[in-house]
């Protein structure tokens, strides 16, 4: 199991000596150095599987700046399919050999910043590093060290770059995505009021289309937080552009005006604008501009999901599972109380793929993961992290928690009823199976087992691999080294 993307130390003793950054690392693949790497405090770990997700990962990262080092990318052999067929021991004809050079260059164009290196397997395979646009190349025992000197080999750097200048931001063009409909209600429509925070209507100023778009700063910020109040803000500032009164409507009805504009977004309603006075001609193309904005939130909450999704369990993956966790004991600290991790490993999944096929595999993590959210609490996430790796963070938020709750109390016969619905539960791609399947675990306490997500991983890893180790389908607790399920 991995380390977090960001762990929020705390302590109620004096704090353990850490390094003031981190440098980001993503591994992309399975390899053995996700393992060593976590174990450095001066690293930030993130782990992916497929190239796919790496791109998704890596525009999550924060930039390069005074405060967040450059993030370096290693590429293992089997990442993607065209990787697993490169080198000179491989003849398939589908093969294409550009497939590297694209994959690096999609990551550069997205992060400028960002150095990429390839993993291999014997030292003369570093020459693939540069043939195929990587920065460098290392091998499978590479530390921190080893992977900063092969990315930066003929230079010397500094691990922290001068932050970028800001750039003015442009206006959002049209997603190519289909907004839900707004919902027709038979009661007369409201119009939505402008933000709360927007200010006066000045007096009546040059029409939207010249108008230089200098107070978009409001929407962003609605998008990126997938913030409903984005119309609000949307009349405000139109408001403050127009010198006008706006009103925007979600449906037509008596209270519309007849003058008003529709607004629509490749084909789909989503509502109504009106706008009085002298600027009330630019209705249309406020309308189009407003449209750009609800189409850019919609795409932006679709790709938040996916981003925080497994698309094959329908779990939450690594990325939820860290920003969660963090989440999580930063509201245990402020309130002083208690959540828990638990790890789990599906026992011998290689055989049950090896024997049954990945199609089997597949289906046995679908269910497990349906098994696991029909035994926890509202409350609770599912979250798979990378294989056969699962994780539940048993939590209840301080502002739904009952004051006579007792957080832990419940976990124990959580785990108790998953572990027999487990061992009763059919398979049926495994019916020829020697056995029931079985799950092995490490259940860790926050702040008993860890004062933070990295104490609380490492330890709930340990206690995952001593239960492998006294003959698996077991539990072990952290809290008392004696508890086993």
């Given at each position: 199991?991995?380390?977090?993307?960001?762990?929020?130390?705390?302590?109620?003793?004096?704090?353990?000596?850490?390094?003031?950054?981190?440098?980001?690392?993503?591994?992309?693949?399975?390899?053995?150095?996700?393992?060593?790497?976590?174990?450095?405090?001066?690293?930030?770990?993130?782990?992916?599987?497929?190239?796919?997700?790496?791109?998704?990962?890596?525009?999550?990262?924060?930039?390069?700046?005074?405060?967040s080092p450059t993030p370096i990318v290693v590429i293992a052999?089997?990442?993607?399919?065209?990787?697993?067929?490169?080198?000179?021991?491989?003849?398939?004809?589908?093969?294409?050999?550009?497939?590297?050079?694209?994959?690096v260059d999609a990551m550069r164009r997205l992060r400028p910043d960002v150095r990429v290196l390839r993993l291999v397997d014997h030292p003369r395979g570093s020459d693939d590093g540069r043939r195929f646009g990587y920065d460098g190349a290392v091998l499978p025992g590479a530390g921190l060290d080893q992977l900063e000197a092969a990315s930066w080999p003929d230079e010397a750097h500094s691990a922290v770059p001068a932050p970028a200048p800001e750039l003015p931001l442009p206006a959002p063009r049209a997603p190519a995505t289909h907004p839900?409909?707004?919902?027709?209600?038979?009661?007369?429509?409201?119009?939505?009021?402008?933000?709360?925070?927007?200010?006066?209507?000045?007096?009546?100023?040059?029409?939207?289309?010249?108008?230089?778009?200098?107070?978009?700063?409001?929407?962003?910020d609605a998008v990126l937080a997938g913030s409903e109040d984005l119309p609000a803000h949307a009349v405000g500032v139109l408001q403050r552009r127009l010198g006008s009164t706006v009103h925007f409507f979600t449906a037509r009805g008596p209270g519309v005006p007849a003058d008003a504009a529709e607004v629509v977004h490749e084909g789909r309603p989503l509502g109504w604008l009106s706008i009085d006075g002298a600027a009330q001609p630019h209705a249309a193309r406020a309308a189009e501009w407003l449209a750009?904005?609800?189409?850019?939130?919609?795409?932006?909450?679709?790709?938040?999901?996916h981003a925080m999704t497994d698309p094959l369990t329908g779990a939450f993956n690594r990325r939820f599972f860290e920003h969660y966790l963090a989440d999580a004991l930063e509201d245990c600290r402020k309130s002083r109380t208690a959540c828990a991790?638990?790890?789990?490993?599906?026992?011998n999944f290689k055989f049950f793929n090896d024997r049954f096929g990945h199609a089997a595999g597949d289906a046995i993590l679908r269910e497990v993961v349906k098994l696991l959210r029909s035994v926890i609490r509202t409350s609770d996430r599912v979250c798979r992290l990378g294989g056969d790796e699962l994780a539940v963070i048993f939590y209840e938020p301080s502002s739904q928690r009952r004051a006579s709750a007792k957080p832990l109390s419940s976990i124990v016969p959580i785990v108790q009823r998953f572990q027999r619905q487990i061992q009763s539960h059919r398979f049926p791609k495994l019916e020829s199976a020697p056995g029931p399947l079985s799950l092995s675990g490490g259940l860790v306490t926050y702040p008993w087992?860890?004062?933070?997500?990295?104490?609380?991983l490492n330890r709930a890893d340990e206690l995952l691999l001593e239960g492998k180790r006294e003959g698996k389908n077991r539990v072990k607790f952290g809290r008392d080294d004696d508890a086993t399920l």
């Open positions: 199991m991995d380390a977090p993307l960001t762990d929020h130390h705390h302590s109620q003793g004096p704090a353990p000596s850490e390094p003031a950054l981190r440098v980001p690392v993503l591994v992309v693949g399975r390899c053995a150095m996700a393992r060593q790497l976590r174990k450095e405090p001066a690293v930030a770990l993130y782990r992916v599987e497929s190239a796919a997700d790496a791109l998704g990962e890596l525009a999550h990262i924060p930039p390069a700046s005074a405060q052999p089997g990442a993607v399919p065209e990787l697993a067929t490169s080198g000179p021991d491989h003849a398939d004809p589908d093969h294409d050999p550009d497939a590297e050079r694209r994959l839900a409909p707004a919902p027709h209600h038979a009661q007369a429509p409201q119009p939505v009021p402008p933000a709360a925070q927007a200010h006066p209507a000045p007096p009546p100023q040059s029409p939207l289309g010249a108008h230089a778009i200098t107070d978009d700063r409001s929407l962003v750009a904005w609800l189409g850019l939130a919609q795409r932006h909450a679709e790709l938040r999901s991790v638990l790890l789990l490993d599906i026992d087992d860890g004062r933070d997500a990295r104490e609380l």
